[in-house]
């Protein structure tokens, strides 16, 4: 993205509030979210106004439907198995490729500064991870991560809304967080739907290598490198 980065339009309360919603709403569902989460989620959503609220609602609502077991199939069937409705953020523009392994790492470092260290069963890029991060540790970077990873975003969006997914308000609600997309921005969303996600599998070879991941380096002594923010698709060529 290029020019000033805008600012958000909501309180940072009811950002903190959407976000951490929405983390909670797009985590594995069990017995704790039905019992306990779901109806956190309700009432922080009716303080939001209706453009958040009403999608964390209507998640909230969808989820005690069905049986939990059932719930729990359909979400292994849409975010295990599909590309387009991936969790991962930078898979997105990267795939599972080398420069994907990059920008985990980014992500990783940028979690450091804030003195947050990520439980290493789980990738710094899942969504459910920013989303909290963002609600509670640091909003003005997380704000950030979602911006630099808008395009990715809107690709889940519209497919879980293509699938009529009753995950589908979680993220609608997040991208409501975010400023209208510009021009330049929406082309490379229309981009990313078209062509999808990078398929080559090279690995990712980077990600807790010492000289690109600070808590190695400082094991090492080696001095770890400043990654470059990963940012959405270019507008013009294949990119990414």
Not at 40 to 62: F, H, M, N, W, Y
Not at 91 to 107: C, E, N, P, S
Not at 182 to 203: I, N, Q, S, Y
Not at 222 to 232: F, G, Q, W
Request: net charge negative; proline share 8%; with cysteine.
């Amino acid at each position: 993205m290029s020019g000033r980065r805008p600012r958000p339009s909501w309180s940072g309360e009811q950002l903190s509030f959407a976000w951490q919603s929405a983390s909670l709403l797009l985590g594995y569902p069990d017995e704790r979210l039905l019992e306990r989460d779901l109806p956190v989620v309700t009432a922080a959503a009716d303080e939001l106004p209706t453009a958040l609220g009403e999608p964390l609602r209507r998640v909230a609502s969808a989820l005690t439907e069905r049986p939990l077991g059932d719930v729990q199939a359909a979400y292994v069937e849409t975010f295990d198995t599909r590309r387009r409705c991936n969790l991962f953020l930078t898979y997105f523009a990267h795939g599972d490729t080398r420069k994907r392994g990059v920008a985990l790492l980014r992500f990783k470092q940028a979690y450091l500064r804030s003195g947050f260290v990520l439980d290493e069963s789980e990738l710094p890029d899942h969504l459910c991870v920013v989303l909290e991060y963002a609600a509670t540790i640091d909003r003005d970077l997380g704000w950030r991560l979602l911006l630099d990873h808008r395009a990715g975003l809107e690709l889940l969006r519209m497919a879980l809304g293509e699938r009529e997914s009753p995950w589908a308000g979680a993220v609608e609600a997040v991208c409501a967080t975010l400023p209208a997309l510009r021009g330049d921005e929406h082309e490379a969303v229309l981009r990313l739907a078209a062509e999808g996600p990078p398929a080559e599998e090279v690995g990712m070879t980077p990600y807790g290598t010492p000289a690109f991941d600070a808590t190695l380096a400082a094991a090492t002594g080696a001095a770890p490198e400043d990654l470059p923010m990963p940012a959405m698709p270019a507008t013009r060529g294949a990119g990414a």
